[in-house]
């Protein structure tokens, strides 16, 4: 009897470490030869439906925390699967921020395109000269005679106050030269006058930064000149008059007054182009008329000479001129060195006159080109025009 409850106390607390261990525990064996029985079955069973419970739950509730409270929880067919997000939808961008909404030109506004006479140039005191820009109209507006250009601040140099830009109209995308004649101031100095455009209804405009001007900007010497000068670069150092009145510097390309002006590529009389700058003198057109220019004073150098390539400019088949070389000392009157006739031939002549008598000497050289009767095709060029030591 004993024996019998030992072994009941035995079985009994072998059942009892097999459930507290329930996974990992070696199970105890009966000492019965009949089929074992898997006393972890149950356990295992209980343990796995727990799980699933608990998995189903879980899926429940996630799903129910994500849908609307009007709306039924619907359990995705594969419930395996991810089902990736829409795309977020952007807001329509504003109408005034349309990319194809086009961007108006102000009325009135003009664009820098090229000028005449650079920054610094030289001339002597009270001689003439025109200043020209060229703009384009860059605004929505067509500027019409009543628009002009006006001197803001500054040297004005002789220019109006103001003055009509155009006799026509400039329609958005054209261009428009406008020229200002001045004259240079007696004192010697760096003058400067800057100027804008107007409208027809009085307001003032220009560029796109509303305080930028353009300017007429020179230097005003009288002082001597000394070593060599070359008549075509130094153009505007000279005051040049067609006996009645002074005339621009540097002029316009076939004046009735007459004109002076500088080439940098000259046509010739066979109609080649050549690379020396050019002096290019035009008669008036009237008959016997000519033109003339007066040098600032210049120390003469040793062996000096007065070199240039002198011939009708190419389209003046009816050339026919004369060049005189003159020069003035003090205030005695002009003196003569040489003269050169000229006509359309298809030639030129070679220039080389000696000027060492003058050496050591402060003289004013003077040009004159003058027609021969008819002023017609009355214009020359003179090829890198130098006085210096041969």
Not at 106 to 133: H, N, Q, R, V
Request: glycine share 6%.
């Amino acid at each position: 009897m004993i024996l019998q409850n030992k072994r009941k106390s035995a079985r009994f607390l072998c059942n009892l470490m097999l459930l507290s261990l329930a996974f990992g525990l070696s199970a105890c064996q009966k000492t019965s030869p009949a089929t074992p029985t898997d006393v972890l079955a149950d356990i295992r069973t209980a343990a796995a439906e727990t799980v699933n419970a608990l998995t189903t739950q879980i899926v429940s509730t996630s799903l129910l925390t994500q849908t609307p409270a009007n709306q039924t929880a619907q359990l995705p067919p594969n419930p395996g699967a991810v089902t990736p997000s829409p795309p977020a939808t952007l807001p329509a961008l504003p109408t005034s921020l349309n990319a194809t909404q086009s961007i108006q030109a102000p009325c009135d506004l003009a664009e820098f395109i090229s000028e005449t006479i650079p920054d610094g140039t030289y001339y002597a005191p009270g001689s003439t000269f025109t200043k020209t820009w060229t703009f384009k109209n860059a605004g929505a507006c067509t500027w019409t005679a009543q628009y002009a250009l006006v001197f803001i601040s500054g040297n004005a140099m002789g220019a109006q106050a103001a003055q009509p830009i155009t006799a026509n109209s400039v329609k958005p995308g054209e261009q428009l030269t406008v020229s200002v004649p001045l004259s240079a101031p007696q004192t010697e100095g760096t003058y400067r006058g800057d100027f804008k455009l107007r409208n027809a209804a009085g307001a003032i405009f220009a560029f796109k930064d509303p305080q930028k001007s353009f300017w007429a900007e020179i230097r005003v010497e009288a002082k001597t000149i000394a070593g060599s000068i070359n008549l075509a670069d130094s153009l505007c150092l000279a005051n040049w008059s067609n006996g009645t009145n002074t005339l621009p510097c540097p002029g316009k390309l076939a004046d009735s007054q007459g004109y002076a002006l500088s080439d940098p590529a000259p046509v010739l009389e066979n109609n080649a182009v050549d690379d020396e700058n050019a002096l290019i003198l035009g008669v008036p057109n009237a008959e016997n008329s000519f033109i003339r220019g007066i040098y600032p004073p210049f120390q003469v150098p040793e062996g000096a000479a007065f070199s240039a390539i002198l011939g009708c400019s190419g389209g003046s088949p009816s050339c026919q001129v004369k060049l005189d070389l003159s020069y003035l000392e003090g205030s005695a009157a002009p003196q003569q060195i040489a003269a050169w006739d000229e006509h359309f031939d298809g030639a030129y002549q070679d220039i080389h006159q000696d000027l060492s008598f003058l050496a050591g000497r402060q003289i004013r050289f003077i040009l004159t080109l003058q027609a021969k009767s008819s002023p017609a095709d009355g214009r020359i060029h003179l090829m890198a025009p130098l006085i210096g030591p041969r």
